[in-house]
């Protein structure tokens, strides 16, 4: 199975800041890699798929990038309201796998 | 709108079974692929298992030959059914649509199951 390592696994920041996070897939897995938002007691929610498009309904300062084995999402200026745990997901293999989390919270 | 309610869920003994069930409104279940997802206790994210719109299935080699996904096209719903529990089994079980170009884009509200003597 492709084993994904998210980094790091907590953060926290300010109101205002920029704020990124990293995603590393074991082998190459193109632009099949997706981001979740989920918050306490709440289903996973998504945020960008394929990478680097931004899910309908998804403010602006989400943003993803990367390809191959090494992605990143950030958040362009963090707002209360982004406090949560956030996944990356590939769906390059079929036998699909999630990274273990980055916890953000705020400063 | 799409929209997923599981139940089922509840306290289990080890080497138990539990059914767990996923209706789904705003779509049909023909129409997709539908997964079951868990997630343990402060744990992440594993997939478990898929139905494809043909009715094949695959799933995650930990559940392989335990847990069984099937689906009533006439009531609309999923079965996931749970066979020979152990504590690892413990979590929140989600039942999703997808993924569907890659995402699971609609999730239930989850369903706890508890595997404990």
């Known amino acids: 199975d492709i084993q994904m390592t998210q980094s790091p696994s907590s953060l926290s920041a300010s109101v205002g800041d920029r704020v990124t996070m990293t995603c590393r897939a074991s082998?190459?897995?193109?632009?099949?890699l997706h981001w979740y938002q989920q918050k306490p007691g709440k289903a996973p929610k998504v945020l960008i798929y394929?990478?680097?498009s931004l899910q309908s309904g998804v403010p602006s300062r989400f943003s993803g990038g990367g390809s191959g084995t090494e992605f990143t999402l950030t958040i362009s200026s963090l707002q209360p309201e982004d406090v949560a745990t956030y996944y990356c997901?590939?769906?390059?293999?079929?036998?699909?796998?999630f990274g273990q989390g980055t916890r953000l919270e705020i400063e | 709108e799409v929209q997923l309610m599981e139940s089922g869920g509840g306290l289990v003994q080890p080497g138990g079974s539990l059914r767990l069930s996923c209706t789904i409104s705003?779509?049909?279940?023909?129409?997709?692929?539908m997964s079951w997802l868990r997630q343990a206790p402060g744990k992440g994210l594993e997939w478990l298992s898929i139905?494809?719109?043909?009715?094949?299935?695959n799933s995650a080699d930990s559940v392989k030959g335990r847990f069984t996904l099937t689906r009533d096209t006439s009531k609309n719903t999923l079965y996931f059914q749970l066979n020979r529990l152990t504590v690892e089994d413990t979590g929140i079980y989600y039942c999703?649509?997808?993924?569907?170009?890659?995402?699971?884009?609609?999730w239930g509200q989850g369903t706890l199951v508890t595997v404990s003597s």
């Open positions: 999703a649509r997808g993924p569907q170009g890659g995402t699971f884009d609609h």
């Open positions: 705003g779509s049909s279940v023909t129409d997709t692929y």
């Open positions: 139905i494809y719109r043909d009715a094949t299935t």
């Open positions: 082998q190459n897995i193109d632009v099949y």
């Open positions: 394929r990478a680097s």
């Open positions: 997901q590939q769906s390059y293999a079929t036998v699909i796998t």
